[in-house]
């Protein structure tokens, strides 16, 4: 992020500690989730236009991710337990409900109608094997259709690349000087694209290879990780007008550009050419300037929504409320159907009930499973007293 003038900051560091606004952040990328997945398009054909951007707030996860996890690792890459510490504490935020889903939705796959699911999945898709070490995203490149067969494990393959990238980023960060680290991720972030353009041009008509691929779709954990990294190297002034302006351009260019690519089908944005070549890039790009704005804006009143307590709770549950609201919506329709209530499928009621019944669910675990379990890091992983600078790494991914 090179382009942006150094100055000395006059009043306070750009960034310091923990920023509620960025769990704000993670609350709005879910409910894009949420209005893309459940909202029925009868009832308004606008807000379910807005849902089918959910593929930019996929983005949005994927900078995020890079710059709190980069963070995170700047600060400790001194220490001795480096590598423990990282993947004890990695592992108890997101392997232990990953893999309670998990476990769940091939049971059911398994015993429903007499295996008929798993069976069906398998034969269309592949074994759900892959999805237990982390691969699913490369059997759904290899088949070119997601596997729907069992819902709820379509939404899997952003956690995917996400441990892919947790795995692999951790060395880079120990190894790799800053100066040598910063220009390898910038070679990443026009690599993706250029493996994308040629995928795209061997076999236009598999439409998943560059949107769930790690290799073609990492340029927003690189930006993200770039931008963790230049608040390291000292003050930061950024002209929030001017900021402001660029956000609201390279979104606004994203959304136009690709329903200009891609006008029939909107529920299927993602897959247009455009996107599938240069579109992503121009989407993180976005993604990244929105993270900037929202952390030059911090504490601000632009940003004063993103701190109501309500949005800050959904931030919170939201990686529960990404891996449960599927089977929260099978769930529903379920009790729809044994309690014989005559409501449409696609209505009002029935999205509001979902929508409840996923927050409930992910409120659940966060209560009963993720929260008990993350009260566990300093025992397995102790932390150590953030410097005053570095607070960056108190910042939980």
């Not at 910063?182 to 236009?204: T, Y």
């Not at 994203?254 to 944005?269: F, G, H, M, Q």
């Not at 014989?340 to 966060?366: E, K, Q």
């Not at 009963?368 to 993350?374: D, I, M, Q």
Request: aromatic share 12%; charged share 15%; proline share 6%.
């Amino acid at each position: 992020m090179s382009t942006v003038g150094t100055v000395v900051d006059r009043e306070a560091p750009l960034f310091r500690g923990h920023i509620p606004e960025l769990d704000g952040l993670r609350a709005v990328a879910a409910v894009l989730v949420l209005l893309n997945h459940f909202w029925p398009q009868s009832l308004s054909s606008l807000i379910w236009s807005v849902g089918q951007f959910a593929w930019v707030a996929m983005d949005s996860f994927f900078v995020l991710s890079g710059f709190l996890i980069a963070g995170i690792l700047l600060d400790t890459r001194e220490r001795a337990d480096y590598y423990r510490s990282y993947y004890v504490r990695r592992s108890l935020r997101i392997l232990p409900l990953y893999y309670c889903v998990l476990v769940y939705l091939i049971c059911v796959a398994t015993l429903w109608k007499g295996g008929e699911q798993h069976r069906h999945l398998v034969e269309e898709w592949g074994s759900p094997v892959w999805f237990f070490v982390y691969l699913g995203n490369f059997t759904t490149a290899a088949a070119g259709v997601w596997p729907t067969v069992v819902p709820g494990l379509s939404p899997l393959w952003s956690l995917q690349v996400e441990e892919q990238f947790y795995l692999l980023f951790p060395l880079a960060i120990r190894r790799l000087p800053p100066a040598t680290l910063s220009r390898a991720l910038w070679v990443v972030v026009f690599l993706s694209p250029a493996m994308r353009v040629a995928l795209f041009a061997l076999n236009p008509d598999n439409l998943y290879r560059e949107y769930v691929l790690l290799p073609c779709h990492m340029e927003g954990l690189a930006l993200g990780a770039l931008i963790a990294i230049r608040f390291r190297q000292g003050p930061w002034e950024i002209k929030r007008g001017w900021l402001s302006a660029l956000t609201i351009v390279l979104l606004a260019a994203t959304c136009v550009a690709s329903i200009w690519s891609n006008p029939a089908r909107l529920d299927e944005e993602f897959a247009s050419p455009f996107n599938r070549t240069v579109g992503y890039l121009l989407s993180s790009v976005g993604c990244a300037s929105l993270l900037l704005w929202v952390i030059r804006s911090r504490g601000s009143r632009v940003t004063g929504w993103l701190r109501l307590s309500p949005v800050q709770y959904l931030g919170k549950i939201s990686y529960g409320v990404y891996l449960l609201h599927i089977p929260a919506r099978t769930a529903a329709h379920s009790l729809r159907h044994a309690l014989g209530l005559a409501l449409p499928r696609d209505g009002l009621v029935m999205f509001l009930a979902v929508t409840a019944l996923t927050i409930a669910a992910a409120s659940a675990s966060w209560y009963f499973l993720e929260r008990p379990l993350l009260s566990l890091k300093d025992r397995f992983a102790p932390a150590r007293p953030a410097e005053p600078d570095a607070a960056m790494g108190q910042l939980a991914a």
